[in-house]
């Protein structure tokens, strides 16, 4: 494959998960999806699947009725069935949630054709789970196991909203889905459900096209693209300092559930330590846009002292009050700029 050469190929589900396994760089935000988004998902499936079904030149012919498009995805594959999410890990989590929720109710029903086909798609080898991201391991195990997962303090936002939606998935398909229409649906997702996939050259091109695609539509949040921007310029740290940005999310998520804290900190903590006094614009932008500020920023006037911007934190002097900054590590390529 020649240097930036993108190549693309539509995968149904059965192709998509069986025999790969998928992870995430580091520069990736957590998994966000909220109630909304996973209900609209699972409503246009289950809608599409009706269409489908209720067609009986389709049942007597399945092949030929018309896909579901999931829409794309962007990745690199550093070796044979080993790939690395650019985008698309909302989709893949969740549905990766739906087939677990899917086999539950397989098993619960006595339906060993469905559990096969569901669990070639969920596991790689029959203990690693096919979307392997470390965080999850514990949720998804616990689903996997039909046992309730106990969030603790210092669970990450993701892995108690991975709990949410699962439950929430799982109440779902029983409003949706009769249940001798669990197999047939499982069948219709699999082999009729699309997605195309967008090949990166490697990881640099991958990060390049994550930035182009996210940047011009603002569907990731500041945070995310500020984060994505300090880890594609650290260099040999960044897996220490991916490590102290899940520490600081983590405590400004425990006991507040609130998925603006990290923003509000973080530009707090712009404006206090970063932001020269009256650099009006400076602070309309940090405000505003602080994902395009600080890779614009210019290198600070001589003798200004030289602010450390990544900070670990603890909580604020009240359960209610701001977090404050601890005692930050500087780290040795923290300002270097693109």
């Not at 018309?66 to 985008?87: A, I, K, M, T």
Request: glycine share 8%.
């Amino acid at each position: 494959m020649g240097a930036d050469e993108i190549r693309s190929q539509g995968f149904n589900l059965n192709e998509l998960f069986r025999d790969v396994t998928y992870e995430i760089d580091y520069y990736q935000r957590d998994y966000t999806w909220g109630e909304e988004e996973v209900r609209t998902l699972l409503r246009d499936l289950c809608d599409s699947f009706r269409n489908w079904s209720g067609d009986s030149a389709y049942r007597r012919r399945p092949h030929t009725a018309p896909q579901y498009f999931l829409g794309p995805f962007v990745y690199h594959e550093p070796s044979r069935n080993r790939r690395y999410l650019v985008d698309g890990q909302q989709r893949f989590v969740t549905l990766h949630l739906l087939f677990l929720q899917l086999r539950l109710w397989a098993q619960e029903a006595g339906d060993p054709q469905t559990v096969d086909q569901l669990n070639r798609v969920i596991t790689t080898d029959g203990k690693h789970f096919c979307v392997g991201i470390t965080d999850h391991d514990p949720v998804l195990r616990a689903i996997s196991e039909g046992r309730k997962y106990e969030t603790g303090a210092g669970d990450s936002l993701s892995r108690r909203n991975l709990w949410a939606r699962g439950q929430q998935i799982e109440s779902q398909l029983v409003e949706e889905l009769d249940a001798e229409e669990l197999h047939p649906f499982t069948e219709w997702l699999l082999k009729r459900v699309v997605l195309v996939g967008i090949r990166a050259a490697g990881p640099d091109h991958g990060y390049r096209m994550f930035e182009t695609m996210n940047d011009r539509g603002a569907r990731l949040t500041a945070v995310d693209l500020l984060k994505s921007h300090l880890l594609s310029n650290v260099g040999a740290g960044e897996e220490q300092l991916n490590t102290q940005w899940q520490e600081m999310l983590r405590e400004l998520s425990t006991d507040r559930d609130d998925p603006q804290a990290a923003s509000r900190f973080i530009k707090a903590y712009l404006l206090a330590r970063c932001v020269r006094e009256g650099h009006d614009e400076d602070r309309r932008q940090v405000t505003t846009n602080l994902n395009v500020w600080v890779p614009q920023r210019r290198p600070p006037r001589p003798g200004h002292r030289t602010p450390r911007p990544f900070p670990h934190v603890r909580a604020g002097p009240s359960e209610d009050g701001p977090p404050v900054p601890a005692h930050p590590r500087r780290h040795p390529h923290a300002e270097e700029g693109r």
